[in-house]
């Protein structure tokens, strides 16, 4: 299978530099020394995640013709924002197929950035974007099975390895995998020296199981949706599996109430608002110190697209 | 009275470039497109708020042999941190006058930046700060009566101008008048049409209440010590007052309701945890639009360092 490489990460780079924020790495002046910890806090960037990078750059890649017929996503969380967010710059039209059940928050905050929503039952999302697909000549954009996809979201790596070239750890978010493969590629190109660790929710420990596998291991939905980190149900596909195969030092898997702390600990400490996904690589470094190199880390803040009675709740004191 | 200058501002972006981050714009998706909306997220900072920026300047400028002998500031705030942390970092000594009945965690902040912490009386804090100068030939880093933490925090407005070129309007929180003044001169200096507009909170509008009269005019300690916005409560010295008598284009007050919203909406919309002080900015585009000019409009957002119990309860929802 062909991994993509850091000549399309470059790229990828020129391509997203309007729509996404250049994110800084942030020191933290709590962390331990021997651990110097920065974070890189995708959570400011305009829907609030990483997601915007990948759709950025998988929708500047449709030749232009393709693209004024539109694009269609299939997700009822930030990847369907990031998508209807980079088709508003676009100027172009965009479906997203959201499933019936979804919170009417996050409907709507699709809707608030002018994209038209589908609603469908749940198993019926995949049939209904390729109807759409179809019917209107318009370009799926898929959250994380795509060459693009995925070095846009490794342009997170790129600009690590400038601001910090002698970093010796990166820990990144692992749910379809798409973030971590395209991370993985820049930081090792660009590092070689430098470590990166996935990090997972125990509840959705599926690519944990898949790595110490050596194939992908299938979890049942249900399984996956026990998780509190709603942004990491979804698990690799053959592509972002063989980078990660190829790429990970390791993978680690964090408890909920890890994670909770973690989300606490960032808004009190770090000033910064995390949803449970993003926060879950604060609870690695925070608890699985014994499991991870020393030396100058990264954490990936994937997002901060939390609930506000959730949010409330974690920081109640 | 001598003003400083842009070039002051230019020296100090490159004396503190290795210790404060260079934050970045943030856009606001949420804005109305009439005023499209940036942040400037000072509460990314180490400790947390801009006063690092000040900080660093001043005590990069103090000659060596003297710098060697140490720092003294007062106060129980951002600015007892900052000097602490910046401290630290040259490996200097820094010694921190605190009132006795400040709150455990702020003492407890500062002493684990390596400061040495003196408690006394609130009245006594300036005489005893005067007399460990003078025993250990220290030098005292002021809050923001200094045109070397003027001309730090005037960094901030070289980043808006390099980031937005044609930025508009500027809003930035008044209460020493350090960050205005500093601010406003890189502003002015760059970008001559914009605007830049003093916050403060109405039950500490001394600096409106000023600048309206056309001199200095004082609010008693405890008129200021009624808003919630704790880095609000000082007043301009001579020195900041003569700078935003001359640069700034207007100053607006917002109500103690407005600044809750504020933070809460800078949580839910924008990620950021902001205290009081830095969400005042925020209050004023909300619910002051018919007192500012329209356009492209930055709001610096100067801190985030808020009690964990005080956010919690102004996220309830």
């Not at 890649?61 to 997700?75: D, F, K, L, W």
């Not at 967010?85 to 928050?105: G, L, S, T």
């Not at 995949?126 to 994380?144: H, Q, S, Y």
């Not at 890890?258 to 770090?270: N, S």
Request: aromatic fraction near 4%.
């Amino acid at each position: 299978m062909d991994l993509i490489t850091v000549a399309d990460v470059e790229a990828a780079a020129e391509r997203i530099v309007d729509t996404a924020v250049r994110t800084p790495l942030l020191p933290c002046d709590w962390a331990d020394p021997d651990r110097p910890l920065w974070n890189k806090p995708e959570s400011l960037q305009p829907i609030g995640a990483f997601k915007v990078r990948g759709a950025a750059n998988a929708i500047a890649r449709i030749p232009e013709a393709e693209r004024a017929r539109g694009v269609v996503a299939y997700s009822s969380g930030n990847h369907a924002q990031a998508v209807a967010y980079v088709a508003k710059r676009f100027a172009i039209p965009a479906v997203i197929v959201v499933p019936e059940n979804a919170p009417a928050v996050k409907v709507e905050a699709t809707r608030a950035h002018g994209a038209e929503v589908v609603l469908v039952p749940i198993n019926d999302r995949e049939v209904v974007a390729e109807r759409l697909v179809a019917e209107r000549g318009a370009t799926l954009i898929p959250p994380f099975d795509h060459p693009d996809v995925i070095a846009g979201q490794g342009t997170i790596g790129l600009e690590i390895a400038a601001d910090l070239p002698d970093v010796e750890l990166v820990l990144v978010p692992v749910s379809g995998g798409g973030l971590a493969s395209g991370v993985a590629t820049a930081i090792k190109a660009r590092c070689p020296a430098a470590r990166v660790i996935g990090v997972e929710p125990e509840l959705a420990g599926d690519a944990a199981a898949s790595l110490a596998a050596g194939r992908l291991v299938r979890w049942p939905a249900g399984d996956r949706e026990r998780t509190s980190a709603d942004g990491l149900r979804a698990q690799p596909s053959e592509l972002t599996f063989a980078h990660l195969q190829k790429l990970l030092d390791g993978i680690v898997t964090v408890s909920e109430d890890e994670i909770r702390e973690a989300v606490a600990l960032l808004a009190h400490r770090a000033h910064l608002v995390a949803e449970p996904s993003g926060a879950v690589t604060t609870a690695a470094y925070l608890h699985r110190a014994a499991d991870l190199p020393r030396g100058r880390t990264v954490a990936v803040v994937s997002g901060g697209n939390v609930d506000p009675a959730d949010l409330a709740g974690m920081l109640a004191v």
